[in-house]
C-alpha cells in the first residue's frame, strides 16, 4: 500500500492506493493557501495521520508517500516553487520524513496524473504516452517505457510552455505563442471575452454569464458551442486549431502511442476530442502518416492522489 | 567491422568503419538522382564490392552494412518515401540483402547523423541527446540512453515541421510555421531575398552574389551578416531567434542533456552558436532553468557514413 498527496491550490486531498493503483481510502481538506508553507505541511500530516487511523490500516503496511505539488521540485524534494502557492525554496520531503518516518518521493502535478493514467487509466501499459491536462494552465506528463520522463535536468515535460504560434497576449512566463496561452481554460475564456469585445454581436454567452463578462467560464463556451452559438464557436475552433498543432508537434516529435487528454478543458469530452482528432488528421504533414491514439483521460481529479501514490511505488522500486 | 553508405541526393558515399565509428576505408560517387532507385542502388552494390576489394578487407569480417537514406523507411527496410530522389516504395533491404548477402539496417539521415555524434562525436556517452541537422530543411536525431529514438510509429524527432509561429510562405509539407522554414538555408536565403526586395537598401550581399539574387547561399548571408551588413544582420537574427524559440521548445519537451547543431547552416560555427545560446538563456521561461549544454555537431559530412555503420552496429546488438 502507498499514500498519495495531491496537493491543490484548493484542496489537499489524501488516498491510500494499492499496488494496482486503486483508492481504498481518502479524506481531504482545504488548503487555505494563504497560510504559511509549514502550517500546510502541518495539515499534510495531520490528514496522513487522520485517515490511517479511521481506515485502521497499520503505519508499517504503507510502504511510501507519494506528493503531486502544483509547482516543481529538485531531486532532493526541495520544492523549487509552487507559482501559485507562493512557495519558494521549502523541504517539503524533510519535514514529512521527519514527522511520517516513510520514504517521500514528489513530482509535478501534470506528470503525476500522467502517471495515474498509465498504472490505472487511458494509458494502460501502453509503450509510451503524454497527457497534456489542459486547466487553468497546460501541463504535461511523459511516460516511457513505464517511467517517468522529466529529461536529463528533471526540466523537461513542460508542454504549456511549447511556442506554437503568436497570440494576442503574452503568457505568464513572459514569452508569446505559449500553448497555454491557446487551449487552457484561460486562454479560451480571454479569447472569448475579446470576441464579445471587439464584435459586438449577441451571444448566448453572455445570458449564462449573467451578464458579466468576468463570469464567463470554459464550460459555459463549449454548451454555447453545442447549442450553436457563433462567437462560442469561434473561440472554441480557435482552441481546437491552436490544440491540435500542439499536438502534431508533439507527434512529429515523440510520436506517443498515446496522447491523453485531461483537465478542465477536456471536460468537453467527446464533442472536443472528435474535433481535435478530425483537425489532427486534416493536417498531420503527409497524409499516410501512421499516429498514436488521442484519448480523453479516464481518472478525472482523482488522477492526483493515485499518480501521487504510484510516484511513491515507482520510487520504491528503481 | 561495418558498412555505412550515405545516400544523399549529389553523392552515394561509402564507408568501412570500425566498433569505435573511426572510418576506415572510403569511397563516392554521383548519385545521379534523375535515375531509377534500381540504377542508383546497382551503384550502392558496385561500391560495396569495390571498397570491400580495395581495401583488401574481406566480406567475412563484415558484420552488418548500415544505410542512412533523405526520407523514411519502414522496419521490413522498404523506402516509404525519398521525396528529394523521387523514391516511393523501393525495397532497399531486400535488394541489397539479396547482392550482399549481409544484415542490412536502414534509418533517416538525420537521425543517422545524430547516432554518429553520440557514438564519435559531440554527444558521445551523453545520457539524452538531440540533434538538428541545419540544411535545406531541417532534420532531427533523438538518442535516449545510448538508442535512437524514432517512438511508436516510427515517425518521431521529424523536428524540421514543429510549427513554432507564423511565416510569410508555407512549408513543403503544405503547412505554416514550421521551424525549417525559419532556421535552414533556405530559410535564410528566401527572407534575406524579401529583405532585399521589400528594403531596396544597399546590400554587400548582392555584390557577393553578382549582382544575381538567385545566386544568394547561407555562407554569403552570414560572411556579410559579421562584417556588419544590415540585410544580412536582420536575416540572421531572425534565423537565430526562431532556432532559438525551437531548442527551447525542444529543453521544455524532453530537456535533453545535449543539443548539437549540424547541417550547412551549422557552419556558420562559433558566431552562429554564441548568438543561439545567448537567446536562449535571455528568453527561458524562468531564470534559474537549468538546461543541457548546446554544441556544434563535430563529425561533418562524415557523420553519414559513420552513422550509417552504427546504426548496423546497433541493429546487430539489439
Known amino acids: ?12 486531498a489524501v488516498g491510500i492506493v494499492d499496488e494496482d493503483g486503486i483508492i481504498k481510502f481518502e479524506k481531504s481538506c482545504e488548503t487555505k493557501k494563504e497560510r504559511k508553507p509549514n502550517e500546510i505541511i502541518e495539515d499534510m500530516i495531520t490528514l496522513v ?12 503496511k504503507i510502504k511510501a508517500i507519494g506528493i503531486g505539488i502544483p509547482g516543481l521540485a529538485d531531486i532532493n524534494g526541495n520544492v523549487i516553487f509552487c507559482v501559485n502557492l507562493g512557495w519558494k525554496n521549502v523541504p517539503l520531503r524533510e519535514m514529512l520524513e521527519n514527522a511520517l518516518h516513510k520514504p517521500i518521493y514528489i513530482d509535478n502535478d501534470a506528470t503525476v496524473a500522467a502517471l495515474a493514467e498509465y498504472e490505472s487509466g487511458s494509458m494502460k501499459n501502453c509503450t509510451s504516452g503524454l497527457m497534456l491536462t489542459l486547466g487553468t494552465g497546460i501541463g504535461g506528463g511523459i511516460i516511457l517505457n513505464g517511467e517517468v520522463y522529466s529529461g536529463f535536468n528533471g526540466v523537461g515535460s513542460e508542454l504549456g510552455h511549447m511556442v506554437i504560434g503568436e497570440n494576442f497576449y503574452n503568457c505568464n512566463c513572459g514569452r ?11 486562454a479560451i475564456i480571454k479569447h472569448t471575452q475579446k470576441l464579445i469585445t471587439d464584435m459586438n454581436e449577441a ?69 472536443l476530442l472528435d474535433k481535435v482528432i478530425d483537425e489532427v488528421n486534416t493536417h498531420k504533414y503527409y497524409e499516410e502518416l501512421p499516429i498514436g491514439k488521442i484519448v480523453l483521460a479516464k481518472l478525472g481529479n482523482k488522477a492526483g492522489i493515485i499518480g501521487a501514490a504510484m510516484v511513491a511505488k515507482h520510487g520504491q522500486i528503481n
Open 1 to 12: 500500500m502507498y499514500i498519495g498527496i495531491d496537493l491543490g491550490g484548493t484542496n489537499i
Open 203 to 271: 451571444t448566448t454567452i453572455m445570458e449564462k454569464a449573467e451578464g458579466n463578462i468576468n463570469n464567463i467560464n470554459a464550460k459555459i463556451i463549449f454548451e454555447c458551442a453545442r447549442a450553436g452559438d457563433n462567437i462560442a464557436n469561434l473561440a472554441v475552433n480557435r482552441l481546437v486549431k491552436y490544440l491540435s498543432i500542439g499536438i502534431l508537434n508533439i507527434i512529429n516529435f515523440i510520436d506517443p502511442e498515446i496522447i491523453a487528454l485531461g483537465g478542465g478543458v477536456a471536460g468537453a469530452g467527446q464533442y
Open 49 to 60: 495521520l487522520n485517515i490511517l487511523d479511521e481506515s485502521h490500516v497499520q503505519l508499517e
Open 176 to 186: 508569446n505563442g505559449c500553448l497555454e496561452t491557446f487551449a487552457s481554460s484561460t
